[in-house]
Every structure is written in C-alpha cells, then in structure tokens.
C-alpha cells in the first residue's frame, strides 16, 4: 500500500477547522494562544524479576485508572508461560515520581495479582493467549480486555475482545469480524492469506467516555490490506467499534502508522512501529502511541545498562470523523479512502531528566487518564519490558497544562491538543 492510495486533509485546514467547531460551540476564542502542553511530571522504574504475590512483574501491555477507587489496573503479557495469565492492581504515588535517569520505583505499589479465566473457570493453558489490552468500565465495574491472537509456527489463534469481572471469570466474548482471524500461511505472505500478522494485531483498547463504544486496533495492516511497518514503510492499522451492550462490532476506519522512525544498527535488523494503545478524548478522536523500535538504533536517552534502548515513543491526536467507514471491505488494497487524520502532540525522546540527559523510554504500551497533580491533570503511560533482562518496566507521569477543561468539556481540551501539536510547544525541564 503506498501512500497515493489516501486521500488527505492538509494538517492546516484540519487544524482550523478545529478551531472553528471549537469556536462557533462557544467554547474557547479562535486563537492557538490558548494552547495546551503535555509536561514531563517523572517516572517510576520496576526492574525486571522484581516477584510480587508469586509472580514475577513484568509485560505491562495496558493501564487504566479507576478514579473512583484511586486505582489502576495493568495487564501482564505474560502467555501463561511464566506465571498464569494475569492482571495486577496498583497503586502510584505521583509526589515520588521523578525526573531521573534512576528514579526507583518507591511510588509503585501493587495490591493484587488476579488470574485471568477462561469461559470455564480455569487459569489458560500456556500458550493459548496474548493479553494486551484492557480498560476498566467504570459504570459497569467490569473490565474489557484483547487476546492478539497468533500467527506462529505454534499455530493461528484468532485475537479476541473479552469481558471479565474484577475477580477474573469470564463473561463474555464480543464478536470479532472473521477478517481479522489468521488464515493461510504462517507467513503471511501469499496472495490468498487474510487476518492479522503474528505479534501486530490487537495491542490495544479503548473505551467512549459515555461507556457505549468499545475500540481496539490492529498494531499494523492486515495481511490483505498491505505491508507491515518498516524503515521508509508506513503501515494500515484497522481501527476497529464494538457496541458494549450487544458485543457486535461497528464501523471500522484506518490509522496509518508512521515508518520505523529510527534504522537499526545494520540493515536487516529487527525494526517496527505500532500503534500500541489509545484513549478517546472525544467523539471518534483519540490519544494514541505510536512505539518504534530497531536493533541498535541510537535513541536520545539510555537505560539504566548505559545502553540506548532503541525505542522512539511519539503521542498522536487522531480524528475519525472525517475517514471512510471501511468496514464493509475485505482488503482495502487498490482502494480510495480516507484515513484518520493524525497531529503529533508529542515526542518523548525530546523530554529531559533534570540533570539535563535525555529521558531514556522503554517499550511503551499502555495509556491512561489518571488523577490531578498539581493543579494539573496527567497521563500516565506503561511500558512493557517483555521480561527482559535489558528492559525494564516503566511507568511515566505527564502533565496536562493551559486550557485544561472540566471533564465534560472535552472539545476545549482538543482544541488545545491540536494547537499544541501545531505550535510544536514542549516543556522539557
């Protein structure tokens, strides 16, 4: 798939005509002045092995708070190989948090370590799963959680979309269209192969502020929608509805993610970029991560072994609302729609620490609103350190400031997002 085949909106005239919806709502005035900042608060780091209740901590693939409880729930990628398949909760304590290249994980504290079931009541077999995304369901108190399936010599698993209780047990599946299944070669290379690509598929979740709509995306194309990403190569992730009431799924739209942002060290090394979570912000709009990684690859900032970490974390505003409802098309290949249309809002690899070193980012996968710090709200992102002793799990606190709206005000809140994005405007220190 090559770029000619997406008709696009120039980012200018996105930008404004933001800021007239915004304006003639009588929200905010039509001026960029009232921009919003996203402000490096600091981080927590749990090192790799690091046991709680049984189970050793680590491939945290999602986060999401309950603001009612003042707690956090993060899902572990663990396949059932290491300990059975689990979710913990947490808590963390922002007053600890720090802008440090060593900032110890004092501010963390995990209060529980729940298996995850299958419809029977029973731990998953090793193997037999891939849990990534989650999101808590405040009204409800249920969680939703993605399975990303696998296209491996160890089989095709179809990825699925899950309901739990707070206890674990099942309650239900939601009905996941039979494009996304895995079928045809390992590979996935042939002409007649469909469904998802092993290790790029459902990464993510997101949950409608009114509770309604839930959302998950491929982390890159669809085998018969076109390539995987790539240095020089951008990628088609399908983005992806249900109804929470019925668990049928709804429309479907593209999010074009960017190519490997950095080469790795020597040609034919491993590289990607996906898009490993989001948040809605609004109506079909949203906070998304986009995590590149190649071998060697000499990013800003290096980990707690002195070494680069390669990865290039950047956080994007997406907009559905003027793409092409694609859930009708099998492949998207040789087809003229509209994608979502993206704005950076930020590049973590250009915050710093407060000895002035680069803030180093791990494997970031998850994504959350979290509590008022400071007279500020935050965002509070995860990363998943895949149980590597050259990873590490990190959680980083960031700053909303300016226009910050009420809860309910969430078109002002774009609108600063975007003249964020357009200003280029970031505090580092």
């Known amino acids: ?39 490096y608060i600091g981080q927590q780091i749990v090192p790799t092995g690091t046991p709680y209740a049984g189970t050793t901590v680590g491939g945290l693939s999602a986060l999401d708070f309950d603001r009612s409880n003042a707690r956090y729930f993060a899902i572990s990628d663990d396949r059932s190989g290491i300990n059975p398949a689990r979710f913990y909760t947490l808590s963390l304590d922002l007053n600890k948090f720090q802008r440090s290249g060593t900032p110890g994980m004092d501010g963390v504290n995990f209060s529980s370590a729940t298996t995850i079931l299958t419809s029977a009541g029973a731990a998953f077999a090793p193997n037999t799963l891939d849990p990534e995304g989650l999101r808590y369901d405040a009204a409800r108190g249920l969680l939703l959680w993605s399975n990303e399936g696998q296209r491996s010599a160890g089989g095709l698993q ?44 459902f990464e993510n979740l997101a949950l409608s502020r009114d509770g309604r709509t839930l959302w998950t995306a491929t982390e890159n194309a669809l085998v018969q929608d076109g390539p995987a990403a790539a240095v020089g190569v951008k990628s088609a992730s399908r983005v992806l509805s249900f109804d929470v009431a019925t668990g049928q799924p709804g429309a479907q739209y593209l999010y074009e993610v960017e190519a490997v942002a950095l080469p790795p060290a020597l040609p034919g090394l491993f590289a990607t970029n996906g898009l490993t979570d989001f948040i809605e912000v609004g109506d079909r709009q949203f906070i998304a991560i986009e995590r590149s990684f190649a071998v060697g690859a000499q990013t800003p900032g290096v980990g707690p072994n002195g070494l680069a970490t390669g990865n290039t974390i950047r956080l994007y505003l997406a907009d559905a609302r003027q793409a092409t409802n694609v859930s009708g098309l099998d492949s998207i290949a040789g087809q003229a729609v509209v994608p979502m249309q993206k704005s950076l809002l930020l590049d973590l690899s250009t915050l710093k620490n407060d000895d002035g070193t680069f803030l180093a980012t791990d494997n970031i996968e998850g994504i959350t609103f979290g509590p008022e710090f400071n007279g500020q709200r935050t965002l509070m992102l995860v990363s998943d350190n895949n149980f590597s002793g050259t990873q590490f799990t990190q959680f980083i606190a960031l700053g909303i400031t300016g226009a910050v709206p009420e809860p309910s005000t969430w078109a002002m809140f774009l609108f600063g997002l975007f003249g964020a994005a357009a200003l280029a405007r970031r505090r580092q220190a």
Do not use: C, W
Request: proline share 6%; aromatic share 4%.
């Open 1 to 39: 798939m090559t770029q000619s085949k997406y008709k696009t909106m120039p980012r200018q005239s996105f930008l404004a005509a933001a800021i007239v919806v915004a304006a003639t709502a009588g929200l905010v005035a039509p001026t960029i002045a009232q921009a919003v900042t996203l402000d």
């Open 158 to 201: 179809n990825p699925t979309v899950r309901e739990m209780k707070i206890d674990g047990s099942h309650l239900r599946d939601f009905a996941v269209p039979t494009i996304f299944n895995p079928a045809g070669t390992v590979a996935g290379n042939d002409a007649a192969d469909r469904g998802v690509r092993n290790n790029l598929a």
